[in-house]
């Protein structure tokens, strides 16, 4: 697709005249080209409150996907003066979102791809990658509200002859002696005290287990409490 970069230039330096600025005094506009061939475009907007200031670039994301989204070829950001200025950092994450490596920013030199700007970044494909191979255990909704409570205790189990593990989400968490007891929810059967364990972590940083004799041990987040003095594994 052809970039009428100077085209974009002036659609930038245009909206960044309405930009809200009255306390650094320093406006900035920007504009994109979107892969349908439309033109978007943003212009920095403060706040009393500096940390919740848009950049002009938020503002063409989000006329980005008010006006039917797509993907972002290329963009244009200047400064009071028209000339090109570089997006920050976070705005470089969000165009990286909205048009990946390939996507090219006006620089005074020339044009630049987001993969120049913004190396080694973090997208879709890191969550992914973990995500997809190791499927993060899932809290139902109707438990939502005691995630972090209770104790999960992992257990040995039998299943069709061989030993698994299982585990099961208790309300108490030790505490009171008059707390609420009873459980939650009960848990699979896995292979593995990993897998369980991982389960159990999912719900409750306070984690139990329990092995084949008996014995009890800490499998939990930080040092093990005294009443259970022996980490797992």
Same mark, same amino acid.
């Given at each position: 697709?052809e970039?009428?970069?100077?085209g974009?230039?002036?659609a930038?330096t245009?909206?960044?005249?309405?930009?809200?600025?009255?306390?650094s005094k320093?406006?900035v506009?920007?504009?994109a080209?979107v892969d349908?061939?439309?033109?978007?475009?943003?212009?920095?907007?403060?706040n009393?409150?500096?940390?919740?200031?848009?950049c002009?670039e +938020? &503002?063409?994301v989000? @006329? #980005?996907?008010?006006?039917? /989204? $797509?993907r972002?070829?290329?963009?244009?950001?200047?400064?009071a003066t028209g000339?090109p200025l570089?997006? +920050? &950092?976070?705005?470089? @994450? #969000?165009?990286?979102?909205? /048009? $990946?490596?390939e996507c090219?920013?006006?620089?005074?030199?020339?044009?630049?791809?987001?993969a120049?700007l913004?190396p080694?970044?973090?997208d879709?494909?890191?969550?992914?990658a973990v995500?997809?191979?190791?499927p993060?255990?899932?809290?139902?909704d109707?438990?939502?509200?005691?995630?972090?409570r209770g104790?999960v205790f992992?257990?040995?189990?039998?299943?069709?002859g061989?030993?698994?593990?299982?585990a099961y989400?208790e309300?108490?968490?030790g505490?009171?002696?008059?707390?609420e007891?009873g459980?939650l929810?009960?848990?699979s059967?896995?292979?593995?005290?990993?897998?369980?364990?991982?389960?159990?972590?999912?719900r409750t940083?306070?984690v139990?287990?329990v092995?084949?004799?008996?014995?009890v041990?800490?499998?939990g987040?930080?040092?093990p409490p005294?009443e259970?003095p022996?980490?797992?594994?």
């Amino acid at each position: 697709m052809e970039i009428d970069w100077e085209g974009l230039r002036a659609a930038a330096t245009e909206v960044m005249r309405h930009a809200y600025v009255p306390y650094s005094k320093f406006p900035v506009g920007a504009a994109a080209l979107v892969d349908d061939g439309r033109v978007v475009v943003g212009c920095n907007v403060e706040n009393a409150g500096y940390g919740v200031t848009l950049c002009a670039e +938020c &503002g063409v994301v989000s @006329q #980005l996907h008010a006006t039917g /989204g $797509g993907r972002i070829v290329a963009l244009s950001c200047v400064d009071a003066t028209g000339e090109p200025l570089m997006p +920050c &950092g976070r705005c470089r @994450q #969000l165009l990286w979102e909205q /048009g $990946g490596p390939e996507c090219l920013v006006e620089a005074k030199g020339g044009p630049l791809r987001m993969a120049e700007l913004l190396p080694h970044a973090f997208d879709v494909a890191d969550i992914e990658a973990v995500t997809g191979e190791h499927p993060v255990p899932v809290v139902p909704d109707r438990l939502a509200a005691w995630r972090g409570r209770g104790t999960v205790f992992v257990h040995p189990d039998l299943s069709a002859g061989q030993q698994v593990w299982t585990a099961y989400w208790e309300r108490s968490s030790g505490g009171a002696e008059d707390a609420e007891t009873g459980v939650l929810e009960e848990g699979s059967t896995w292979d593995d005290t990993a897998s369980a364990i991982e389960w159990g972590l999912a719900r409750t940083p306070r984690v139990v287990v329990v092995d084949a004799s008996g014995t009890v041990f800490w499998a939990g987040e930080g040092e093990p409490p005294t009443e259970i003095p022996v980490r797992w594994g």
